[in-house]
């Protein structure tokens, strides 16, 4: 398929109606970043061990930024991205979502913001097997209610602007990689979030795949306006980002333009 129309179609799809859903700065009156991360630190107890993971990291996204997380193997890219994606909870420090300290939400509001506003890509896809791609992808909007002809229009339509509108039908197991992979990126845009955090996304691809796939991200980025943060080790992966944060041992050790 030609990118052209990928991208028109995603533009179409996702539109840039998540850009529009950004919360206020109660003290300044002006928009929140998406994502603003002070002092967060967080600890893993292990019998008398501890592993300090994360240790006081503050940064801030913005709507529609393409960012990679460095790191070698054990520098805290999971836990930060955990922390970022409120699927863990810091020993100390604040993650606000548009403004909005993730802190002060129950654990049910909680997981609502994480249905509507974040999508999630694994480095083992994550898929369930026994389902189709298509069902894969409809799986989220049948969490949020979207009624069935709309989710199964939306579905097929998100499979074609990853280039699988040929493999609806197909479980994953039947599906290469990289495949597996373009179908968890359509399944996490599913409910049309503000930002997808993807860990390592391209760990288990070989390179050709793994740079396709993050083409794929960027052009869905561009196109629609979801920003997405991405862990990774790998410099080919690295060098498509537009804005590279640096961890090392739990602290960030550098954050800048690529
Ligand atoms: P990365 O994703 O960069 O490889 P992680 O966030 O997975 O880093 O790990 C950071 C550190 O925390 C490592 O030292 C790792 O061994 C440790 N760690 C990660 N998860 C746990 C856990 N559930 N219990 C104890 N230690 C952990
Ligand atoms: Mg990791």
Redesign the pocket.
Known sequence: MGKLIARFEITVLIRRETLARTGQDAGTGKPAALLQATGLSRT???GAAA?P??QDVSLSIEGGEFVALQ????????????LLGLLDRPDAGTVAIQGEDGESLTENAKSDLRRDRFGFVFQTFNLIPVLSAEENVAYPMVIAGVPDPERRQRAGELLRSVGLGDKAGVRPDLLSGGQRQRVAIARALANRPAIVFA??PTANLDSHTAEEILDLMRTINESSGVAFLF?T?DPRVVARARRVIL?RD?SVEKDAAS
């Open positions: 893993y107890r292990l592993v993971a994360v790191g070698p193997s054990g520098s805290g890219k999971t836990t930060l991205l955990n860990d390592e862990a080790h961890l739990g």
